[in-house]
């Protein structure tokens, strides 16, 4: 199921269009590809390097893969590393992804990685820029709000010292939503801003002694909560 979808757009006050997308009082328009039903669904953002250490691309699966089974929908960019593995693990698990671009619709194509497990059933790609715009840096942040609109909880696998993955981190926090960061050994060499979101109040990502897998405990139980977070402006 590869042949591209039409692209639809979500205008600001029209039905469809998510809650919580405004900020400074501006709504962007939302170019679509795939399942717009995947909106309605709740959301688990994932975001780390695109360098990630081999530990930490094995936290990510092992966290995409818990949250499919918990009923979440992984919601993240459409980067190398972490972005790339939430993606797979989602779909190769049969649950579904939401992919948030930070370049325009017209810029999309499926990633040769993620092509035998693609189902456009099962995906949503998602860009807030115009239709022809390139990857740009300031955009890949802005996208980042973007993947907090639409989750219900942030995991933070591994940030730099500063770059997108912190600012994401400590936008989620400001914003008040859940957040769950990494934490295992040498986290604060491969990834130094874990400590510091740590420090201002994430919660940490461990691994469970009796599964020995990372305990996502308190993320199933927000996954089955009712309304469990509020429409936030950012």
């Known amino acids: 199921m590869h042949d591209m979808p039409s692209v ?7 039905p469809g269009y998510p809650p919580g997308m ?9 170019s679509t590809l795939g399942n717009l039903a995947l909106l309605d669904t709740p959301g688990l953002g994932f975001c780390g390097s695109r360098k990630a250490s081999e530990k930490g691309i094995a936290v990510a699966v092992d966290c995409a893969e818990q949250a499919v089974r918990a009923g979440f929908t992984v919601v993240s960019g459409n980067a190398a590393g972490v972005d790339l593995a939430a993606h797979r693990t989602a779909l190769a698990e049969g649950g579904a992804t939401i992919m948030v671009l930070a370049e325009g619709i017209d810029r999309f194509r499926i990633r040769r990685e993620l092509r035998q497990v693609w189902n456009w059933e099962r995906v949503l790609v998602i860009s807030q820029f115009p ?19 639409l989750s ?12 997108g993955t912190l600012a994401a981190g400590l936008r989620t926090l400001q914003v008040g939503k859940p957040l769950f960061v990494a934490d295992y050994e040498n986290i604060d060499v491969v990834a130094p801003g874990n400590a510091q979101l740590l420090a201002k109040g994430a919660m940490r990502l461990r691994r469970s002694r009796e ?7 308190s993320l199933q139980e927000i996954a089955t909560r009712q309304n469990a977070v509020q429409p936030v402006l950012l």
């Open 22 to 30: 405004s900020r400074g009082g501006k709504s962007p328009i939302l």
């Open 211 to 217: 599964t020995g897998r990372a305990n996502v405990a």
């Open 152 to 163: 219900r909880a942030l995991i933070v696998v591994e940030a730099g010292e500063t770059g």
């Open 131 to 149: 239709a022809e715009a390139t990857w740009q840096a300031y955009r890949a942040m802005e996208r980042n709000d973007l993947i907090i609109a």
């Open 8 to 14: 639809a757009r979500l205008e600001p006050g029209r």
